[in-house]
């Protein structure tokens, strides 16, 4: 079992959402990420019913000394029939009112610096703070809308000398109001956890929201979400389509959005796939962890749980 860090703040946590096994190697390179930058607040995985209904995966958790909260479905009203279902759940933490502040993570991300400070940055009285999303669609995804391109895209512009957010207007492109979900911060809030599921159930965008939570979040919080720098959520892709904007030596929180680093131990030498040698390197330190300890359990869980789900070669 892992020990709480030093000078550990229960009233604030780090979070992150699993509904199955497939993001765990992910996670724990997360939390060893969090422990190794020193981090003295604690990662609690939130985690759905069927995670809670598979003992061994729960009992992996308990090895990585990762404390797990179990969140109940969240899910749109149907409409004409049919539910837009999605990761809706990462909504659960604006009800977790035991908790001052939450900040959310994803999965996918390594972090490179301390991020302390962002449990005590002023984000406004009901509000969120969180980075712009990046519009540019360098991989010219059909899915993604038409006017996601560079000149509309919040970084282009961006502060290339500061790494500054551009500050979100009613007269800058619509872009700019969009954020990405992957780093929020949030104070839990009764009143602002039913406004979510209000506007989940009754909003006429939900139907086509292509990023669930994340969309939901642009439309509720329009003009009432503080922008993040980038270097808070570094999302890889931006390593080439805003290489102005980019300093390596500047990036907290690396996002591996698109293909994930576990999926395969081989990736390109390019700037963005090279990113991917990071996470495996971490990655090399928390198997370290697992494989070397004299507790049997442990060993069986990393063979069990974490091998299946992480490319071997």
């Given at each position: 079992m892992g020990s709480l860090p030093h000078g550990h703040d229960p009233t604030k946590i780090w979070s992150t959402l699993l509904t199955n096994r497939g993001y765990f190697g992910g996670a724990l390179v997360l939390n060893h990420t969090l422990r190794k930058t020193g981090s003295r607040?604690?990662?609690?995985?939130?985690?759905?019913?069927?995670?809670?209904?598979?003992?061994?995966?729960?009992?992996?958790?308990?090895?990585?000394?990762?404390?797990?909260?179990?969140?109940?479905?969240?899910?749109?009203?149907?409409?004409?029939?049919?539910?837009?279902?999605?990761?809706?759940?990462?909504?659960?933490?604006?009800?977790?009112?035991?908790?001052?502040?939450?900040?959310?993570?994803?999965?996918?991300?390594?972090?490179?610096?301390?991020?302390?400070?962002m449990m005590t940055m002023d984000i406004g009285e009901g509000c969120i703070a969180a980075a712009h999303a990046c519009t540019c669609n360098p991989k010219k995804l059909a899915h993604y809308s038409k006017d996601w391109v560079p000149e509309n895209c919040a970084f282009t512009a961006a502060n290339k000398r500061t790494g500054e957010p551009a500050a979100i207007t009613e007269a800058c492109p619509a872009n700019h109001h969009l954020l990405?979900?992957?780093?929020?911060?949030?104070?839990?809030?009764?009143?602002?956890?039913?406004?979510?599921?209000?506007?989940?159930?009754?909003?006429?965008?939900?139907?086509?929201?292509?990023?669930?939570?994340?969309?939901?979040?642009?439309?509720?919080?329009?003009?009432?979400?503080?922008?993040?720098?980038?270097?808070?959520?570094?999302?890889?892709?931006?390593?080439?389509?805003?290489?102005?904007?980019?300093?390596?030596?500047?990036?907290?929180?690396?996002?591996y959005i698109l293909a994930k680093p576990w999926k395969s131990r081989t990736y390109g030498d390019d700037v963005v796939e090279s990113t991917h040698r990071l996470w495996w390197e971490f990655y090399a330190e928390v198997e370290k962890e697992w494989t070397e300890t004299f507790d049997e359990d442990k060993r069986r869980l990393w063979r069990d749980v974490v091998v299946p789900v992480v490319a071997q070669k």
């Amino acid at each position: 079992m892992g020990s709480l860090p030093h000078g550990h703040d229960p009233t604030k946590i780090w979070s992150t959402l699993l509904t199955n096994r497939g993001y765990f190697g992910g996670a724990l390179v997360l939390n060893h990420t969090l422990r190794k930058t020193g981090s003295r607040y604690q990662l609690k995985i939130m985690v759905t019913r069927e995670v809670e209904a598979d003992t061994e995966f729960m009992e992996a958790f308990q090895a990585a000394g990762i404390p797990t909260i179990v969140v109940d479905k969240i899910e749109p009203a149907p409409r004409d029939g049919k539910v837009n279902k999605g990761t809706w759940e990462k909504l659960a933490p604006w009800g977790m009112t035991e908790y001052e502040r939450i900040v959310l993570l994803d999965s996918d991300q390594v972090i490179l610096h301390n991020i302390d400070e962002m449990m005590t940055m002023d984000i406004g009285e009901g509000c969120i703070a969180a980075a712009h999303a990046c519009t540019c669609n360098p991989k010219k995804l059909a899915h993604y809308s038409k006017d996601w391109v560079p000149e509309n895209c919040a970084f282009t512009a961006a502060n290339k000398r500061t790494g500054e957010p551009a500050a979100i207007t009613e007269a800058c492109p619509a872009n700019h109001h969009l954020l990405n979900s992957g780093t929020v911060i949030l104070e839990p809030s009764k009143a602002q956890y039913d406004a979510l599921i209000h506007a989940m159930n009754t909003h006429p965008d939900v139907p086509k929201m292509l990023f669930f939570d994340q969309d939901l979040l642009a439309v509720v919080y329009r003009s009432r979400w503080k922008p993040l720098p980038y270097t808070y959520n570094a999302l890889k892709p931006m390593r080439e389509c805003h290489a102005d904007l980019w300093r390596d030596e500047d990036v907290k929180v690396l996002h591996y959005i698109l293909a994930k680093p576990w999926k395969s131990r081989t990736y390109g030498d390019d700037v963005v796939e090279s990113t991917h040698r990071l996470w495996w390197e971490f990655y090399a330190e928390v198997e370290k962890e697992w494989t070397e300890t004299f507790d049997e359990d442990k060993r069986r869980l990393w063979r069990d749980v974490v091998v299946p789900v992480v490319a071997q070669k």
